[in-house]
């Protein structure tokens, strides 16, 4: 055992540590019982990212099993405070070798200031040769005030922090955005274009745990914020870019955003799933409308930078076996070897009927959706990354039974994209991605590529979106879809071409993520203002928070007229038994009955119990339901 610790000590020193003066902030030690790795139970609310061979994975609420590895303890709810590190550049089983150390959240040096600890923020990568992660946005979790490294809203002028993988002693950096991004966003859909040097944060939301004051301003009411954060590594700017162009034109949170350097100019950005409502509607209770899977909005990113100001959204209509709306899934893609296909893959996700634990690709350029799997484990609420050369790895996430630990006890599964099978073991060195025969049936070619369908049926919506995918051909002259040259809109027409991603900056607009929400001098005319408009609102004839009858109607058609496939690999369980069962049955996943009624949702201002677990400190245990975040009800999903 000596050697084997010494073995792995030695393993992160050199993986982590190539400029570490101290050691000091790296294998950190967790309050007794509260470790978010030996007493994991289970994860949801975070963000994380992989660099340099490293997954980093910050904040989120958790469950601890207090002092107890083996699920038997006290399950207490609390958030993960540190920079969880899981080694990636070797392989691994997670039942039997994975490699995790905790880092200290520590200080600005200068500042003395900490980041946040947030839930459901970005974290991205940055460009190639900046050391640095980068954490924006975010809301903090009430849930446990008491538990240890807990820490209030903080304002929001500071909502971009950055930190150095490469050294432990010079804590975190902290960046002022807030002339251009003046609000704090959270659960909104984020990407990023590395070789640019570009993140993006899509739409998102306000809510009492934004940032400091929110609480009083808006209460238990969320407001949904329209515009795309670009972010700018190379200098920490930021700027605001309208989506008005933007199928629905209302602004969404928990859906998903990928960004394809292959197609256009300089690359494209993929959005689907999600939730959208108008901003104007402050509202606890419904979370909005679920978007439709039929339609996957893109963005080109080159409209940043070729005077358009940044607008150019097309909607293109997909075809197939198309997914019922959700939100809180993930997203993942790999390219044919011969670049032919490009095949996103979605993961799970949940909306108000139900939970889901299936795979399915949608194929561009041909805008096919094809569906790869069905289980009965459903998870939502996780991060997914591409990893291996053909696997997905996912992280965290919730099953339909929140207050139960997460079966995978490390906090992480492997979906292999090729052979379209579960399991427990990363392979750093895999063989290279091909296509599934499950997807080339669909599209045509083999495994190397060799696609056949290389435009969606019925055509593309646009001749400009066509261009983006070098097609003069096949375009459907009817479409109402976006135009190729939209017109800005008034909140970005201060916006002509993007900073340049060598570090220039330009003046920002900031009309879009303001929302009607800002402090300062108007603030008595703006509370005023939110009351007029939360009783206008209920005096409104109240919308669904999920798509109607009709349309989960047409949808179930839809799916019922597609081509059924019959190749369908199904997820080993542990023991086995649950592989057996899947295998069993082909028929559409129903959801369990009780999944149906809406007392399955967690309320708002459930009591919560507490319990006295050392040191004289109330952490509090677990209720129902250990996720409850801003804006989640029963009615919530």
Not at 43 to 52: D, L, P, T, W, Y
Not at 123 to 137: A, K, R
Not at 208 to 226: A, N, W, Y
Request: charge should be negative; hydrophobic fraction near 35%.
């Amino acid at each position: 055992m000596r050697l084997s610790i010494f073995k792995r000590c030695l393993l992160w020193a050199t993986l982590l540590a190539p400029a570490l003066s101290s050691l000091s902030n790296y294998n950190a030690t967790a309050p007794a019982g509260l470790d978010p790795i030996t007493n994991f139970c289970s994860r949801v609310g975070h963000q994380s990212v992989i660099k340099n061979g490293i997954l980093y994975i910050d904040g989120g609420t958790e469950v601890f099993n207090f002092n107890s590895t083996n699920g038997q303890g006290t399950q207490v709810q609390g958030y993960n405070t540190f920079l969880i590190a899981v080694n990636m550049t070797t392989s691994w089983d997670w039942k039997v070798n994975i490699s995790e150390i905790l880092i200290n959240k520590t200080a600005n040096v200068k500042t003395g200031t900490y980041p946040p600890l947030v839930v459901r923020a970005g974290l991205y990568h940055g460009p190639p040769g900046d050391p640095n992660i980068y954490l924006y946005g975010g809301t903090t979790s009430s849930v446990n005030q008491t538990f240890p490294g807990w820490m209030a809203s903080y304002p929001a002028q500071y909502t971009l922090w950055g930190f150095d993988t490469s050294t432990a002693n010079t804590g975190w950096s902290q960046y002022d955005v807030s002339i251009t991004v003046p609000q704090r966003p959270n659960s909104g859909a984020y990407t990023e274009a590395p070789d640019l040097g570009l993140g993006f944060y899509f739409n998102g939301q306000l809510d009492r745990g934004s940032s400091q004051g929110m609480d009083l301003i808006l209460g238990s009411m969320l407001e949904f914020l329209p515009g795309m954060v670009v972010l700018y590594f190379n200098n920490h700017t930021a700027q605001n870019f309208s989506t008005e162009n933007v199928q629905y034109h209302d602004p969404r949170t928990r859906g998903q955003l990928q960004y394809v350097p292959a197609f256009g100019h300089k690359g494209i950005l993929v959005s689907m799933a999600g939730s959208y409502k108008p901003s104007i509607e402050l509202d606890s209770e419904q979370i909005g409308n679920l978007v439709d899977m039929g339609s996957i909005d893109i963005f080109d990113v080159n409209s940043l930078y070729d005077g358009s100001g940044g607008t150019t959204w097309y909607t293109q209509h997909a075809t197939g076996d198309i997914p019922l709306p959700r939100v809180d899934s993930c997203v993942v893609y790999a390219t044919a070897p011969d670049n032919s296909s490009t095949n996103f893959y979605l993961y799970g996700g949940r909306n108000a009927t139900g939970y889901y634990d299936d795979v399915y690709v949608l194929s561009l350029p041909s805008f096919t959706w094809i569906k790869i799997y069905e289980g009965l484990s459903p998870r939502y609420g996780m991060t997914c990354h591409f990893v291996g050369n053909r696997q997905m790895l996912t992280v965290g996430g919730l099953s339909e039974q929140p207050e139960a630990c997460d079966w995978e006890a490390k906090s992480v599964a492997i979906y292999d994209l090729s052979s379209l099978t579960w399991g427990s073991v990363y392979t750093a060195d895999d063989d290279p991605y091909i296509v599934p025969d499950i997807v080339y049936t669909a599209i045509g070619g083999d495994a190397e590529g060799k696609a056949t369908v290389t435009t969606p049926s019925g055509g593309y919506s646009s001749l400009g979106l066509a261009r983006l995918f070098n097609s003069n051909f096949a375009v459907n002259a009817t479409s109402n879809s976006t135009s190729s040259t939209p017109t800005s809109s008034p909140a970005s027409t201060s916006s002509s071409a993007a900073p340049a991603s060598s570090g220039s900056s330009t003046q920002s607009n900031t009309g879009a993520i303001v929302g009607g929400v800002v402090g300062g001098v108007g603030g008595v005319a703006l509370i005023a203002g939110i009351v007029f408009l939360f009783f206008r609102r209920r005096k409104r004839t109240s919308q669904v928070s999920e798509l109607s009858t009709d349309q989960l109607t047409r949808l179930e058609k839809d799916r019922a007229q597609a081509v059924e496939k019959d190749a369908r690999v199904a997820r080993p369980d542990i023991d086995g038994e649950l592989d057996q069962a899947m295998r069993a049955s082909r028929e559409p996943y129903q959801p369990p009955a009780e999944l149906m009624s809406p007392e399955t949702y967690a309320e708002l201002n459930s009591p919560h119990s507490f319990a006295e677990l050392g040191s004289n400190r109330p952490y509090v245990e677990m209720t129902s339901n250990p996720y409850i975040y801003p804006g989640d009800d029963k009615n919530a999903i």
